[in-house]
Structure formats: C-alpha cells, structure tokens
C-alpha cells in the first residue's frame, strides 16, 4: 500500500541549533513529494516540493529536503532555526502522475527551545 | 490576490444534522479538492472537483458530498452528522494546467459535532 511515514511525532530543538525532520514513503514508482508546514489555527503552507531533477531542493524560510530514491525518503532540514518555526510540518506525496491526490504524513511538531 | 478563502471558519453542529462548508479557490485555479484533518492527524483525502465533476474520491462514505460551480467555487456537504467527522475540513485549488503539483490551502473550517 502506497503510504507516507513521519517516524517522528514531536521534535524539540534548542533555538539556532540545526534540525532534521525525517519522511519516508513507501512506492517502486516515481512521485512527487511535498512538505507543507501549519501554524496554530492556520491553514497549510508550502514550504517546497520536488518534481524531477536535483536531488536537493531549496524552499522558503531557510528550508531545504533531499529526495533519496534508493531509502525513499524526502528529509527536511534547517541549519539554524528560530522560534517562529515552531510548527506542524506535514510530509505529502502524490503517487500518481496526473492524479493530483495528495497523501499526508501524520506530521510532526517542532517546538524551538529558547 | 485573494488566496484559498473557506467559510465558515467554526461551526458546531448536533448529530443527525446536515452542514455546508464553502470555498472560493484562489484567482486562476480550476480544481478544487477536499481534506479532513481530524486532531492530530494528517489531512486525509475526501474528493476533488474539476469542471464541475466529481474526478476522484477518497476513503468516505456517501454522506460526503460535493458541489463545484462554473466559477469554480466549491460546497462539501455532509449528512448525518457523526461525533467523528468533527475535525478541521481544509480546501485546496489547483490549476490542472500545472499538473496539480502546487496546491494551495484555506485557512479551514472548523467543524464540531456536539
């Protein structure tokens, strides 16, 4: 079954430390994938995606992920974080070229320790 | 430019009743897709809706229901209200054109099913 995996459902970090937030999916064919962050009572923001070409991908707020095929994984990372990254952060895939369905991660919360 | 706009943004309704939830995608988009983020949840799936048609539906029973307008506007309606659909109910628009590869979300609805 087509599936995306957040190992991690809460990750503290002390501020201007650097953090990595991990998704792992399970597929044999291509996909797109996706991290979205949500703030408090707020929709969810795109923060960057891979479709095809370099393997790592620069998004806004300083985010940037790397698609490894061979682990199928999408990981997130920032070298220096703040506390208004304190956040959901949601991995997504679409698994299927042409259907626009995207599937979630079960998310993880990143609280920034001043 | 006017994003993703839902309303109401919170609702509470009893069980057994019916309610609509409304969005307007953002200017340009022609595909409107549903999602319901129960607590602590990833957003799952519900429908999409492009020219007016129903073009995929996720994992929900028939007492969810939708409506896309030639303005592109949508309704998710539900029926029968169940304590368990109470959760955040997110649109999403996309331009088909684009492949779907950028969704941009609403602020969301707020349901609550006392």
């Known amino acids: 079954a087509q599936s995306v995996t957040q190992l991690d459902s809460q990750v503290p970090v002390f501020e201007e430390a650097p953090v990595e937030l991990r998704c792992n999916y399970s597929s044999s064919v291509s996909v797109y994938l996706f991290w979205y962050v949500q703030y408090p009572n707020q929709g969810l923001q795109l923060l960057l995606k891979?479709?095809?070409?370099?393997?790592l991908v620069k998004g806004i707020n300083g985010f940037e992920a790397e698609f490894n095929k061979s682990q199928t994984s999408f990981h997130l990372r920032k070298p220096s974080v703040h506390i208004s990254d304190t956040a959901e952060y949601f991995c997504?895939?679409?698994?299927?070229?042409?259907?626009?369905?995207?599937?979630f991660g079960t998310g993880t919360r990143l609280t920034i320790i001043p | 430019d006017a994003g993703v706009t839902q309303s109401p943004t919170h609702l509470i309704k009893t069980r057994g009743q019916q309610v609509t939830l409304r969005c307007s995608p953002k200017s340009g988009h022609d595909t409107v897709s549903w999602y319901q983020q129960a607590l602590g949840q990833g957003p799952q799936f519900i429908f999409q809706?492009?020219?007016?048609?129903?073009?995929q539906r996720g994992n929900f029973p028939d007492r969810f229901s939708g409506h896309q307008f030639p303005n592109y506007s949508s309704e998710l309606n539900v029926n029968a209200l169940l304590l368990g659909d109470s959760a955040l109910y997110l649109c999403?628009?996309?331009?088909?054109?684009?492949?779907?590869?950028?969704?941009?979300f609403g602020q969301g609805t707020r349901l609550t099913v006392v």
């Open positions: 809706y492009y020219e007016e048609e129903e073009r």
């Open positions: 997504a895939v679409i698994f299927n070229f042409g259907n626009e369905k995207l599937t």
């Open positions: 891979y479709l095809s070409g370099s393997t």
């Open positions: 999403a628009s996309s331009l088909e054109a684009a492949g779907g590869t950028e969704a941009f």
